[in-house]
């Protein structure tokens, strides 16, 4: 089972950017399927991008409207989201999470369970 750190969330002023990691702590990630994912306050949590093991293949959801990106470094056995002209509707807890295929990253459905996340807060 591969195990994910989230990091990089904080406080950024709507139109501004950010980029998330999200790192692996032992195994590679060379052939597993990541997706992001976030919980807005109130909300259910939704998924935002899948990225194939070899970074070949993405997948953005509607959520994040052409502003996001995904891709990974699998030397560094990191996956990162950067995320520009953010809104305040993007505050969230913000998560990866590996899927064990690209079909299953797309409906959401994970290996494992989920992380501690990383807090985003658009605010000015």
């Known amino acids: 089972q591969v195990h994910l750190v989230e990091s990089g969330g904080g406080l950024v002023q709507p139109g501004g950017s950010l980029t998330l990691s999200c790192t692996a702590s032992?195994?590679?990630?060379?052939?597993?399927?990541i997706g992001w994912f976030r919980r807005a306050p109130g909300k259910e949590r939704e998924g935002l991008s899948c990225?194939?093991?070899?970074?070949?293949?993405?997948y953005y959801h509607t959520p994040t409207k052409g502003r996001f990106t995904t891709s990974r470094d699998n030397a560094k056995k990191t996956v990162y989201l950067q995320m520009k002209s953010l809104e305040p509707e993007d505050t969230a807890v913000y998560y990866c999470?590996?899927?064990?295929?690209?079909?299953?990253?797309?409906?959401?459905?994970?290996?494992?369970?989920w992380g501690q996340g990383t807090q985003v807060t658009v605010s000015s």
């Open positions: 999470a590996p899927s064990r295929d690209f079909l299953n990253c797309l409906r959401g459905r994970i290996s494992g369970s």
């Open positions: 990225i194939s093991g070899n970074g070949n293949k993405t």
């Open positions: 032992e195994v590679t990630l060379d052939p597993v399927d």
